[in-house]
């Protein structure tokens, strides 16, 4: 069983910083995002960002579908993660480790 503690912390902290941080910008995310990408060490950082967040995004469908649940059940995350990167599969470690702890204190009654 998944410990939630980890994942929990760090996406409330993340996630909180994320909120401070835009809540005082002084440009939209698609600018900010722009003048990133306009310079090309800071190009690479992001680059190199979301050819992580792929790899979590492939990890999160093949992980939802070996527990047996829909690729429709992911599209959340994967949004999540296309704007955000860490946050979506944060978010999807916490309720997943939810829903094994949910499954070992109150096992199915059919199996």
């Known amino acids: 069983m998944m410990s939630v503690a980890l994942p929990l912390t760090a996406l409330i902290a993340f996630t909180g910083y994320t909120v401070s941080v835009m809540l005082?910008?002084?440009?939209?995310?698609?600018?900010?995002?722009?003048?990133?990408?306009?310079?090309?060490?800071?190009?690479?950082?992001?680059?190199?960002?979301?050819?992580?967040?792929?790899?979590?995004?492939?990890?999160?469908?093949?992980?939802?579908?070996?527990?047996?649940?829909?690729?429709?059940?992911?599209?959340?995350?994967?949004?999540?993660?296309?704007v955000f990167v860490s946050i979506g599969p944060l978010l999807y470690l916490v309720v997943r480790g939810v829903r094994e702890r949910r499954k070992v204190i109150v096992p199915d009654p059919a199996g």
Not at 60 to 79: C, E, N, Q, T
């Open 24 to 82: 005082q910008a002084e440009q939209s995310l698609i600018d900010f995002g722009i003048s990133l990408m306009s310079r090309p060490d800071t190009a690479q950082v992001v680059i190199d960002l979301y050819l992580l967040a792929t790899l979590a995004g492939v990890w999160m469908v093949k992980d939802a579908r070996a527990r047996g649940m829909s690729i429709w059940s992911v599209v959340p995350y994967l949004l999540l993660t296309a």
